[in-house]
């Protein structure tokens, strides 16, 4: 079966411009997370999408965040307007279940200048 | 909330040797300890897992054990192998509650040849 794939998996934008962050989950996974690692530090959750509400959004900074699971399968992340502090590694991840194992996508390098 | 410590930050061995991960947590609703590995390029995988209910676990070379008392759990990798080099997260989920894992800040573990 096909991982969890993310798009793009670099991105180098200026600050104040706008990123939009996309995931596919493994088909059939209603649960779908969205987490960040900045660089040398913990990954921290952002927010737990289940089908195409959101469960918990308790990590997202921001109202500069938006995410998005149309339809409840692939999932957007966008921030605008983009800050520095925003730079890091952003992970997706989908299970089956809530209690069930989490399995992560390859990652998006965000850069903010 | 939670808070999740892991120590060394970067360990470095030989091969066939035994390298160890430690972690501590604080909140004593945290009940499932999932280990990630996570090699470059890649996202993190789970490798190996403990609950609360059980002092130690073994998979052929990986072992994790668990101090509730102290709060702190341990991976144990033994006869490490080049394979063995990616970075590795600890976690600490309520499980039961909501599921969230918190992670620790990761280890770069380092087999030379």
């Known amino acids: 079966e096909a991982g969890v794939t993310q798009f793009p998996s670099h991105s180098v934008i200026e600050k104040g411009q706008t990123v939009t962050l996309r995931c596919d989950p493994i088909s059939g996974h209603d649960n779908l997370y969205w987490y960040r690692r900045v660089m040398g530090k913990e990954i921290k959750f952002l927010l737990h999408?289940?089908?195409?509400?959101?469960?918990?959004e308790s990590g997202m900074p921001n109202n500069r965040f938006l995410a998005e699971r149309t339809g409840g399968t692939y999932s957007t992340l966008k921030v605008q307007p983009a800050e520095l502090e925003d730079s890091g590694v952003y992970f997706c991840?989908?299970?089956?279940?809530?209690?069930?194992?989490?399995?992560f996508g390859p990652g998006t390098r965000l850069t903010v200048l | 909330g939670e808070n999740v410590e892991q120590h060394p930050s970067t360990l470095s061995v030989q091969e066939g040797d035994s390298a160890v991960i430690k972690c501590t947590y604080s909140?004593?609703?945290?009940?499932?300890f999932p280990w990630y590995k996570q090699e470059l390029g890649k996202g993190p995988q789970l490798i190996i897992d403990?609950?609360?209910?059980?002092g130690e676990k073994k998979d052929q070379r990986i072992a994790v054990t668990l101090n509730k008392t102290a709060k702190h759990f341990s991976l144990h990798i033994t006869e490490t192998q080049p394979e063995d080099s990616a970075v590795y997260f600890c976690?600490?989920?309520?499980?039961?509650?909501?599921?969230?894992?918190?992670f620790g800040r990761g280890t770069s573990l380092i087999v030379h040849p």
């Open positions: 403990i609950r609360s209910n059980v």
């Open positions: 999408f289940v089908k195409e509400s959101k469960q918990d």
């Open positions: 976690a600490a989920i309520p499980w039961g509650g909501s599921y969230i894992p918190t």
């Open positions: 991840a989908s299970g089956r279940g809530q209690g069930d194992t989490q399995y």
């Open positions: 909140d004593s609703a945290s009940n499932y």
